[in-house]
């Protein structure tokens, strides 16, 4: 099968890889390109930092020497790419933002200060708001924002995958709904909410996204 890439780099490439060894053709085509902030990231206090993306995780790492500090990571890919930036300290939620803030509640007795999330502009999920609920003392740093490029579906795509709720917001302007899409959970499914053929996966990881598709 034709599979359309949509989401940023360096994850797009990662995910070609996956599709390629699954016997599928991956269509790298982002629909949506991400811009570093220069953020002063200041670790007064702090004494945890999360993460919801490997966007967020190379942005901070490029913005702050600091490794010592235990690392809170939406997925075991995030996780993977905090032990490569030299981080020694790294715990995996392996699922979404609401899995990531229920570990950051587990581990709070332990942590020797606020959790620092470092993120998009406009994040995806309300990991801030979860935590504040749980009684977790956090800030946030905006790092990294994600802006629209202006693409065409490719002309012999047969799938679409959807890895978030923005790049879902892209694709719902792009007229290509006559596309399966194939999406990692059901936030990111619903900016497609007019789409005839849609599937979610199970669980919002990669995993069970590429999953769906079969080999």
Known sequence: MKVWVTRTEPGASRTA?????LGHEPLV??????????????????GALAFT??????????????????????????????REAGFGSVMSAGGDVQALAMLIVASQSKL??????AG????????????????????FAAVYETRPRAVQ???????VLVHS?????????????????YCISAAAAAPLAGWTRIRVAAEPHEDSLLGLLGG
């Open 17 to 21: 890889r996956r599709l390629k060894a």
């Open 29 to 46: 085509e982002p629909v949506l390109e991400v811009h570093p902030l220069p953020a002063a990231i200041d670790l007064g206090g702090v």
């Open 53 to 82: 993306s490997g966007n967020g995780l190379h942005a901070f790492a490029k913005l702050n020497p600091d490794r010592g500090l235990p690392v809170f990571t939406v997925g075991e890919a995030t996780a993977k790419a905090a």
């Open 112 to 117: 020797a200060g606020r959790v620092l999330f």
């Open 120 to 139: 998009a502009v406009e994040p995806a999920g309300d990991l801030m708001g979860a935590l504040d609920v749980a009684g977790v003392p956090a800030r």
């Open 153 to 159: 579906a490719p002309p012999d795509a047969e799938a």
């Open 165 to 181: 709720p923005k790049a879902a917001v892209q694709l719902a302007r792009a007229g290509v709904d006559e596309l399966p899409a």
